[in-house]
């Protein structure tokens, strides 16, 4: 049994390289975001969550008269299993100023995320679990007009995050409810944003040395379940081979009773030779009696018909 479970393992792992690029699949639309207006959106849901990242090809039916190029916003609802920002996005949507992702498990952006798209100006990067923002995320977008990050754990917001862009710019910066601080701006009030990112730096101190926790993915169970139990084929490969494996344990089982029955079987059989083999001895140990119960009484006939022939009235 131990070859087939290291096969699986194999196979496993095998699928996750297989998907280290993937092809995502855009539903697009005309949509409105605040500040910067009217946008032609992918948006997508469909993003693969292995350890890939990069994206290979985009797939979809554009509108009437648009195409790649016409693209400004991408939003990726990421189903609560997300786990990483997908890159390259840039090589099939080469005017992307907006972005809107939620739904991940992403705990820490580690400043590259956005490199590709120095022409950003909408970020929102809300709901759950952000806890670490890298001071150089905005080290290539310094056109940002738009920030949320709220609704996420946030606990530490690198020192110089926002120093890259123009604060008299920025519109709206929204930080409200997290661990660290719950606060936002929205009406491009540069003096109560300037207010914000001292806050900020007050309160979610951060140096950009990044806990171990959060650089090297630690394999917990999550993980593991993220990494290795989204892809659905491979999640259809597992429970094939649990079933089979229950279906060859139940086989052995069947095969031990079989085996078992035959065993008594066998010791059943032992038994009645036994009882035959007495029987035979009976029946030799019977005859031999019978033998020698006949031997004697020939014995005694002959010694009788001796005495009568020698017996002196004997016929003569
Ligand atoms: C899932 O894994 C299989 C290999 O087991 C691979 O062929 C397939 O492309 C993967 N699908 C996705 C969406 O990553
Ligand atoms: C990418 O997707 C487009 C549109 O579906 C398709 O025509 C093209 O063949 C794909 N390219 C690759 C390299 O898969
Ligand atoms: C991502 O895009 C960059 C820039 O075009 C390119 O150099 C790199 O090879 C791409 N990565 C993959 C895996 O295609
Ligand atoms: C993300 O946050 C949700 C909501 O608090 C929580 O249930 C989940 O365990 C978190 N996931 C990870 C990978 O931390
Ligand atoms: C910041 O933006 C304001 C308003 O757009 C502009 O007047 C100012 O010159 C900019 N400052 C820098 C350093 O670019
Ligand atoms: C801007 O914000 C500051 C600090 O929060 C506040 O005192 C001021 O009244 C605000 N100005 C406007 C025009 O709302």
Known sequence: MKFPILFAIFLIFQGIEISNSFTINCDYWIYSLPIIGSVYECYTTNIPTSSGITVTNVTGTHLDGKNNNDVTSVQINGNWILSFVPRNFSNFFPNIKAILIYYTTIETLFGDEFDEFPQLEFLAFYYFNLTTISSKLFEKTPKMVYVDFGYNMIERVGHDLFTPLNVTQLQSVYFHNNRCINRYVQNGNTTAIISLINELREKCPFNDEFPSTTTTTSLTTTTIKNLFCTNESIEDFVCDLKDSMIEVQQNL??????????????LELQAQIQI??????????????????????????EEELLRLTTHPCACK
């Open 276 to 301: 035959k083999d007495q029987k035979i001895e009976e029946i030799q140990s019977e005859s031999r009696e019978k033998f020698e119960n006949v031997e004697s009484r020939m014995q005694w006939l």
């Open 253 to 266: 089982v069947t095969k031990d009773e079989k085996i078992e029955g035959l065993e008594n079987k066998l």
